[in-house]
């Protein structure tokens, strides 16, 4: 493949922001840069809604840089195209060069132009005649749909160069991961909270993660488990700062002193007050959890009233209203769920309730939780907290 192929990349709701554009796009260059950086020397620019993708290097990997351009929040449709000289025959070779794979594979095909320079001599409608004409005698199987078609040419004028590609491909879509404030991910090893985060960091949002462990009922594997769903995030998230808290003693503490039907909705209480601390530590703004209604004991609408009464900044729930089938197909096209689907142990299965209280109601989950003082405890767990920060290209490996 020469070297002069590109990547062009059209953003999706940016385009639609007024005043706030300019800082979204910004942020846009950034991520792409940042991610583009481990693949080799590219040069990133942009021109009317238009992300150019340039390799600076001969032997810059183009399957491997759309690899990672598909996976940037912000993108709505991104292709490959190649530069030529701005003149009629220049383009017509290389419409026939390059695009001849894709053209020989489909019946219908259109032509579009886009005349940035409006020195150039054709106008677009002659352009797309001229190059229409061209097309259909070098590939005389094809036919023109201009309603329809299975592949539309697209020939684009700009200052310095022609630029011809063929069909785009659907980018990742929503907005650009930093655009939309940061909020921590209360991650375990299930299926549901990496869908959780990733549907958040799509809507601009930047994710730490916070995990919680309560050796030795739950392994070291278990925690590798959830390191490796992480790092995998990266893909889509950026770079995770990730809180792993030991959550042993607390749930020791809770199992001695509070009624069995309560042990799940006042862990999860605690989850969330240790939670709060760490967001305030990391200077995240919201609490995620990978929550369904229905789903189990404590995410009835009783369950996330008594677990929501301990909140001070907002609980985002992406997944309430979905289906399982629904999470699991998010959770697949992201490439999580071969991981989330390994035997391991999560701490809310530790001490599990025979009958948890389906609809509790928060003055009885109050009065079972003033049993006991989890103050000090939270605190310790809290000062206990480790942290690490995944890295976009990074590794986990999880052994047998
Ligand atoms: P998941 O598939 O995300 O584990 P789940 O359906 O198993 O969800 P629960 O186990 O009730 O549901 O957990 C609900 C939410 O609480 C999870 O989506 C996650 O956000 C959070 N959570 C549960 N366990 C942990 C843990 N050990 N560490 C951090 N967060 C957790
Ligand atoms: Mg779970």
Redesign the pocket.
């Known amino acids: 493949m020469s070297s002069n192929e590109i990547i062009l990349a059209k953003y999706g709701e940016i385009a639609l922001k007024g005043l706030n554009k300019k800082t979204f796009e910004d942020i846009l260059m950034k991520n792409i840069r940042r991610r583009l950086k481990m693949k080799g020397s590219y040069e990133v620019s942009r021109a009317q809604s238009t992300i150019y993708i340039e390799p600076k290097d001969e032997n810059a990997d183009m399957d491997e840089a759309m690899d990672v351009m598909k996976k940037v929040f912000g993108i709505a449709a991104l292709c490959r195209a190649k530069a030529c000289e701005k003149s009629f025959d220049a383009i017509s070779k290389l419409a026939k060069e390059y695009l001849a794979d894709e053209l020989m594979g489909v019946r219908t095909f259109k032509v579009t132009a886009k005349r940035a320079d409006k020195a150039f001599p054709m106008k677009s409608p002659e352009i797309c005649a001229e190059l229409g004409y061209v097309l259909l005698e070098a590939f005389p199987h094809l036919e023109v749909d201009v309603h329809n078609p299975e592949v539309t040419v697209t020939v684009e004028i700009r200052d310095t160069h022609a630029y011809i590609h063929g069909e785009s491909i659907k980018g990742a879509g929503g907005l650009p991961v930093g655009c939309g404030g940061k909020a921590l ?9 990496p869908v ?1 985060g990733y549907r958040m960091a799509r809507r601009g949002v930047h994710i730490s993660a ?4 309560s050796p030795p009922y739950t392994s070291d594997r278990a925690q590798m488990k959830v390191e490796a769903l992480c790092q995998r995030m990266t893909d889509y998230c950026g770079n995770i700062a990730f809180f792993c808290v030991p959550f042993t003693e607390i749930q020791e503490e809770i199992k001695r002193n509070c009624p069995e039907e309560y042990f799940t909705i006042i862990m ?1 209480r605690i ?1 969330m007050r240790i939670a709060q601390k760490i967001a305030e530590q990391d200077g995240a703004a919201a609490l ?5 209604i229905g ?2 004991a ?2 009835t609408m009783e369950g996330i009233t008594c677990t929501d009464a301990v909140c001070k900044i907002p609980v985002l729930r992406p997944l309430i209203g979905l289906d399982k089938t629904e999470i699991i197909e998010s959770a697949r096209l992201i490439d999580t769920f071969d991981i ?1 689907t390994l035997p391991y142990e ?3 299965t530790v001490f599990t309730p025979r009958h948890p209280k389906v609809r509790p109601r928060p003055q009885d989950v109050e009065a079972a939780e003033n049993r006991f003082d989890f103050t000090p405890l939270i605190e310790k767990a809290v000062a206990e907290t480790e942290m690490k920060v995944f890295r976009i290209g990074g590794q986990v490996n999880i052994e047998d």
């Open positions: 991910l209360l991650l375990s090893g299930g299926i549901d909270s959780a916070i995990h919680y462990v999860r989850m995620i959890t990978g929550e369904s789903q189990v404590s995410q989330s999560d701490c809310c």
